[in-house]
């Protein structure tokens, strides 16, 4: 893994190649990278295949998952993929001494279960070392970076663990103006642990994650925290059909800040609710003056950044609005649209969540024009996504099953997906672990 090739195939994911130089640098049998990664011996074989041979590319390992099951499997360093820390990893750190960059503790897991409670009171606490506040920023950035792609459960635990790290730091002295930074710091985490808990089902812990991070905007003066609280306030919202208060949410947000990228997010639940409510007039009202606002805001360095709004996500949003409106021809184009930009150029998807309602909202597009077959493949194959916001993907796919159900009643399709609906559910709906 020294070697500049191994380093450059691995960057660029392509694992035939590194296969082919483990065998032809490292004498490595394919049969033994077969067995490591949990590949048939033929099919490792036919990826390291050289593309020179006159057979065409080669295939390529596109889905997360199986990218995991390769590194994971070759022990492969996370950041040389471009991942956080492996598990293995963090386990080989934790046997042989204990970190002592910010940074590092914040990406790392084995944080425990912490009460939340107990959490915003060391938050209201004091003190910091001011050496270790950019290395702290520098881990809270790469949580919300990770956020669109990486596992649930994964980004729960070093959120937590990051909570735990920077509570703690909350107890020794320092200035007022360290102070507020590392309150700050615990908003954006709070913010972060709020979206990942309603991810997995934690609708109890979220909103307490969620009302820590609005107490902690309060008290640190900090507009674009509070905002995004009462941002995370609408969607949950949104996705408990509660209309008015999703409006109320967006008000209280825009009154919180008006200058950053959070407003344009706030519009745009303003026009999901309303196409909800059947307020077309509403809709476009909203989405424009969302869209005037972002044309106002520069591009961002790093658009996969949680907190930050992208112009490519706001397809996404035209796309929700317009199927709710019934307008299926603008939607399935803005659909088509979210799944081209939320896919990289290996075919690897960045943004499987943004994707997954794509297909659902094609689903949906499909199901009205009679199209059962792919109504009820692009719905499938939306459930299926490894990342996911449950609570999110299931409002959405509600919408599909409701119009499968009603159309076309008598189609076994049709109650097969209803039941592929319920069984979720019920998973959503069992007794949760507060944290």
């Known amino acids: 893994m020294e070697r500049a090739d191994v380093r450059s195939a691995i960057t660029n994911h392509d694992f035939g190649e590194v296969f082919r130089l483990a065998r032809l640098h490292g004498k490595i049998s394919y049969a033994k990278i077969a067995e490591a990664v949990g590949y048939k011996r033929e099919h490792i074989g036919k990826m390291a295949r050289p593309e020179t041979d006159g057979k065409g590319a080669r295939p390529r390992i596109t889905q997360h998952h199986k990218i995991l099951e390769v590194v994971d499997g070759l022990r492969i360093p996370g950041h040389l993929a471009g991942l956080t820390p492996r598990p ?10 204990q970190p002592d960059d910010p940074s ?10 912490w009460d939340i409670a107990e959490l915003l009171r060391r938050a209201e606490m004091t003190n910091i070392n001011s050496t270790a506040l950019e290395s702290i920023e520098q881990g809270i950035d790469q949580l919300a970076r990770a956020y669109p792609y990486a596992d649930a459960d994964y980004l729960h635990q070093r959120t937590r663990n990051g909570l735990q790290f920077v509570t703690k730091q909350l107890e020794s002295r320092m200035t007022l103006r360290q102070h507020r930074e590392l309150l700050v710091d615990t908003g954006w985490l709070f913010l972060l642990n709020a979206c990942v808990q309603y991810d997995r089902g934690q609708r109890e812990a979220a909103n307490l994650s969620k009302a820590a991070a609005l107490r902690i905007g309060d008290e640190a003066g900090h507009g674009e925290i509070k905002a995004w609280a009462w941002e995370i306030e609408a969607w949950f919202a949104l996705t408990q059909c509660r209309w008015q208060d999703m409006v109320d949410a967006v008000e209280a947000g825009h009154v919180a800040d008006q200058t950053h990228s959070v407003g344009v997010q ?6 999901r609710a309303a196409a909800r409510m059947g307020d077309a007039r509403l809709v476009r009202d909203s989405l424009d003056a969302g869209r005037a606002r972002l044309d106002r805001l520069p591009r961002p360095d790093h658009p996969e950044h949680h907190f930050i709004i ?33 896919t990289g150029p290996d075919g690897t998807e960045i943004s499987p969540m943004r994707a997954a309602e794509a297909r ?10 009679g199209d059962v077959e792919q109504a009820v493949g692009m719905g499938t194959t939306a459930l299926e996504a490894d990342r996911k916001s449950l609570p999110s993907l299931l409002l959405v796919a509600n919408e599909l099953d409701k119009e499968l ?4 009643p008598r189609e076994a ?3 097969d997906f209803h039941e592929r609906i319920l069984t979720i559910t019920r998973g959503v709906a069992r007794t949760e672990l507060p944290f």
């Open 104 to 113: 590092t503790l914040l990406t790392q897991g084995g944080a425990g279960l």
């Open 88 to 97: 293995w990893e963090l386990e080989r750190q934790a046997q042989t001494s």
């Open 405 to 408: 159900r009603s159309r076309y």
């Open 413 to 415: 399709a049709s109650r």
């Open 310 to 342: 992208d112009p490519d996500k706001w397809d996404f949003y035209e796309m929700d609005a317009y199927r709710l409106l019934g307008d299926d021809e603008r939607a399935a184009a803005h659909a088509r649209s979210v799944i081209q930009i939320s």
């Open 360 to 369: 659902l909202t094609l689903g949906v597009a499909a199901a009205r024009t």
């Open 266 to 271: 706030l519009y745009a639940h303003k026009a």
